[in-house]
């Protein structure tokens, strides 16, 4: 019961959300359920992140953030127009994505899903979310969806961005190779220059990154515009590594600990969620 009314009071959120004047979006228009799981108008499931109907699209050798596609190309709408906004009144692209990280670190509160959906797991997508900044200046949400919005956003600007996903964690990445700001920078797959966004602290600024993804390597994936259909995920993920400021070698997983690891975030996604603070 508890969670088919916190389903009940979402539905009812998003399409106040969708039908107020001043503001554009396109959120699903509807939910279903299925055996305990929820899924949007696009047959992608927003509670649970693993499979190829899931919303990261999480298989045991790769991601595929498959949600964030629900707000770019074809779909693009209100979070892709904020960060047009935003390309607007910041021609530099340092200033420019410092802008867009502290809007999505100010206004997104984090808070765990159970606690707003009554769901372990529940995904927003970045049209969602931002319909909820514009309406009330304020939104709330986890780690997933700090960073899809962000992604999105960026993507919006004029800036290259990806989702990154570690041990029972994700974050965004925008690539600055001439951001001179960040506490390390990262290396995906050979290039450098991708800087990792954390939004889900008050007061972490554009790079900082938790000390658990140092030196450590990452899952990631690039956005652009592709289809919202259900599929198999990419067989190897693209990678990025930050070097530790110690100068040590980079340890570089063999495939099977890969392989094992993403077993490990499959189940860590059901799961703990943290906020993580400089």
Known sequence: MKKKLALVLTLLLLTGLTTTSDVWATPSDSFNEVDGEVFD?????????????GFYQLSETGFRPVIAFESLGEEAALAYKLGEDFAAEYPDEALRAEAIFKFVRDRVRYTPDVDQFGYEEFALNADELAATLSQDGVGYGDCEDSAVLLAVMFRGAGLRSAIAVG??????????PDYDKASTIFKM????????????????????????????EVAVYEIGEEPVVSQ??????????????????IAQPPPF???????????????RRRSYSR
Request: hydrophobic share 40%.
């Open 232 to 249: 198999e995920p990419p067989q190897a993920p693209s990678t990025a590594i930050a070097p530790g400021s110690g100068g040590g070698a």
């Open 189 to 216: 797959d050979g290039e450098t220059g991708w800087i990792w966004a954390e939004a889900t602290g008050s007061s972490n600024p554009l790079g900082w990154v938790p000390k658990e993804f140092i030196n450590a």
């Open 257 to 271: 600990l890969i392989v094992m690891g993403f077993f490990l975030l499959i189940s860590l996604f059901r799961r």
């Open 41 to 53: 108008d696009w047959g992608i499931y927003r509670t649970k992140s693993f499979g190829e109907d």
């Open 167 to 176: 041990e029972g964690h994700t974050a965004c990445l925008v690539y600055l």
